[in-house]
């Protein structure tokens, strides 16, 4: 009897310690909007979803894909994402009044765009683009200014080829399939699934005409920096954990790639050896480069001066050690 009552007593302590103790620690659960879906650059956060990097830092994350850099902005204008995975011609939009802030730099001279033709077509080199039509996404976009960079930089001068903006990656294979254009300025694993299909054949990357260049950030929240920096500093420390174990990681980097961008195996492996050099370890801005992204504003209209450095980014969180 009296051991029974002394179960009970235990087994009453333990209840009571329980509740008292209340439900454990729930992970901060946070959103984050992707520019482009299919863009291998903006693999590490699903890399640190995979490899549970967010969720060592007590996170979890929920990831969309937002389809442009405009439709980040306006996301986390209206609060539906805390951060966002944008280019650097995105930062832009902070002087122009977005809420967000730019964290950290991840990704530098622009390898992940290229010039692109047809397999058939008649223009062998950069050269034979001199005087030809080629598809944008946007007149101001980085694609657009680009374009023109490459004019002006192999001596045609800034009209020397005529940019068309078309919008969407599918309608510029299209135009270009209908040869209603001559080439098209679209992302290099593009490219590679072109040739893949001997539909398409690519000229030269884009990193050659931008050597000193940030081509991705992540954007997050004012509000967010402001009321919860703890939660920027861990995201931040998960997404550059996805980037260390990518460099690190091909087979398996190359196989989460499979599943997100739906490519071939051939083409994320392609993807991997070309771009992974891109990637910036630790979330710094290089002030040459911080510099360039400033003059391409002024060169496609964005802006009509040069924003101060505290504007566009902090350094709060930086460098990052994952």
């Given amino acids: 009897m009296k051991r029974a009552s002394h179960r009970s007593a235990v087994l009453l302590f333990v ?15 946070v959103r984050v909007g992707k520019a482009q879906g299919t863009a291998w650059t903006f693999l590490p956060v699903d890399i640190g979803i995979d490899q549970k990097f967010f969720a060592r830092q007590n996170l979890d994350v929920e990831s969309a894909n937002l389809g442009g850099d405009a439709k980040v902005q306006q996301a986390l204008a209206a609060g539906s994402i805390d951060f966002g995975l944008g280019s650097g011609p995105g930062m832009a939009f902070i002087a122009k009044g977005s ?4 964290v950290a730099a991840f990704a530098g001279p622009p390898r992940n765009i290229s010039a692109i033709v047809l397999e058939d077509s008649p223009i062998k080199k950069i050269a034979d683009l001199k005087g030809k039509t080629i598809a944008v996404s946007s007149v101001g976009s980085l694609s657009d200014w ?9 001596g045609w001068g800034q009209d020397g080829i005529r940019a068309v903006p078309l919008g969407a990656v599918e309608t510029s294979i299209a135009a270009l399939k209908a040869h209603q254009v001559d080439a098209v300025v679209l992302s290099t694993e593009m490219g590679f699934a072109l040739e893949g299909k001997k539909q398409g054949r690519m000229l030269a990357s884009m990193d050659r ?12 929240q004012k509000a967010l920096v402001a009321t919860a920096p703890n939660v920027v500093a861990r995201f931040l420390k998960g997404f550059f954990a996805g980037i260390a174990f990518m460099k690190t990681n091909k087979k398996e980097t190359s196989e989460i790639a ?3 961008l739906q ?4 083409v994320v492996e392609q993807d991997y050896d070309f771009e992974i050099g891109m990637f910036i370890d630790d979330g710094r801005f290089d002030p040459q480069a911080v510099a360039a992204l400033k003059q391409s504003y002024i060169d496609m209209g964005t802006l009509k001066e040069k924003p101060a450095d505290d504007v566009l980014f902090t350094t709060q969180f930086l460098p990052v050690r994952p």
């Fill in 209 to 220: 005409y931008a050597p000193h260049f940030i081509t991705h950030v992540v954007f997050a």
């Fill in 146 to 154: 680009l374009a023109k960079q490459m004019a002006i930089q192999e």
């Fill in 15 to 29: 209840v009571v310690a329980l509740l008292c103790a209340g439900p454990a620690d729930a992970a901060d659960k």
């Fill in 99 to 102: 809420p967000a802030i730019a």
């Fill in 263 to 266: 490519q071939s195996a051939r």
């Fill in 258 to 260: 499979q599943f997100v």
